[in-house]
């Protein structure tokens, strides 16, 4: 990373680490419901954002529909997946409660394009399976790249942006030959990561030293163990039950995870066994640990980020831990009544709150709702005082749900370009 970052109690992942978080992302999927969504948009832009939430969909996941009711629906969509039997139990299985609801897993699936083969893109690291692949931003940029060449500039790293005029300077350096590089545009669509476009954007609005919120998902995680004679482990390593608790009107969600065999590999790196020890020890008892993280809604979340007039940024992270605390042993309660009667104990210890940051969900910084209206976007997601520069990352979303929200940054970058499409002024 090139910026200078100063974390105080926040421990970020960046967004330059592996070509853009995009690239190494879990694939989890966990649309926002209406009421969410009524945070974020006004009621006249929902049919965008429906418009929106169809065309992300389609791109990223197999079926029409977003969610499946069934598990033959699941395994009629994904008949190579087979998933945790001790998840499935509890899915099949759960008390009627109208605040805690498991749900099948959602996941950025599709089916790789034996043409393109995008498989050789990316490290599969759900399973092995032949035709399946996670969605991955490279993806549609080597579709872009193929079609438009012209459009892509490789290895370039912008380092600052300015306005004269109409015009957006935008000073870049190639990172492998070190040479300078300036790009002017009347349209800047800033999608780098919502810690970069922040820092340009307050480096261009000339916003030092004034603290900005930064938005994040508080998350919390749990290990539970699974003493069934019928377990099998079953072959997917992303989340295999999501869950969703309702409390006071906030989502609060999670998912359960396996503890596969490559995970555990790095887990027990140190221990002098050979392989084969471990590998037996996985079947026989690590094979049956889940991993559980429960995410809450960014109302849960006060950190702050600022620039300095040395370009430094600074991040201070703070959660409401006394409310997260609370809320948490009451979310331990609720899930233990489904987990204990499927023969799954909630592990005492391993229990924890993640320091704020480590969810890697980010966002808010720039949004329509910015309390700070110093630096502000509104709905379209352009900058106040900034013709045609639009913030499409999250740092334009003012509200982040309890739930990982790749899939509704997707949303929010596609309603900000089918609003500006539908625009009747000469594009470019
Ligand atoms: C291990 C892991 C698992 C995750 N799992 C999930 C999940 O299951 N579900 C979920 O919803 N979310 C998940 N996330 C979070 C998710 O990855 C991020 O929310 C999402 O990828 C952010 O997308 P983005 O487009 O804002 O940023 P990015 O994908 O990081 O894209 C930003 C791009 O801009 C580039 N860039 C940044 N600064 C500059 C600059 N100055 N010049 C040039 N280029 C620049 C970066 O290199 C990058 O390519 C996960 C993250 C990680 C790390």
Known sequence: MKFDIEEDNFSSIRSLAAGGLSNIWGGGISPYNKEELSKIYSRQRMNIVERAYKK?????HEGNRLGFKTIDEYQA?????????????????????????????????????????YKK????????????????????????????????????????????????FIYCLNLLTNEKLLIKSKNVFCCLGVISTTKLVLEMEQKFNQKYQLLNTPAASFLSFCYSKKYIAGNFSLNNLSFEININNQVISGGFFPLTFNLFEKISINWMLPRIFKKILHRLIFSRVLIANVFFPSDFSENSINLTEENKIIIYGKNKSFEIKKLYSEILKMLKNNLTKEKIIVLPFLQKILRPGEDIHYGGTISNINEN??????????????????????????????????FNAMVNAAVIAIEYLSKNETKY
């Open 77 to 117: 969509t994904y008949p190579e997946i087979a998933l945790n039997s001790a998840c499935l139990s509890v899915f099949k299985n759960q008390n009627s409660n109208n605040s805690l609801r498991f749900t099948l897993p959602l996941n950025a699936l599709c089916r790789t394009d034996a043409k393109e083969d």
């Open 373 to 406: 209206k110093n630096l502000c976007c509104i709905e379209d997601g352009s900058l106040v005082n900034n013709k045609n520069f639009y913030i499409c990352d999250s740092s334009s979303m003012p509200y982040l749900s309890g739930k990982p929200h790749s």
């Open 121 to 168: 893109l990316q490290d599969s690291w759900m399973g092995d399976f032949k035709t399946l692949t996670i969605f991955n931003s490279r993806l549609l940029l080597e579709k872009i790249k193929k079609k438009h060449p012209e459009s892509y500039i490789k290895n370039i790293y912008i380092e600052s942006i300015k306005k004269i005029g109409d015009i957006y």
């Open 56 to 60: 992300i969909n389609s791109i990223i």
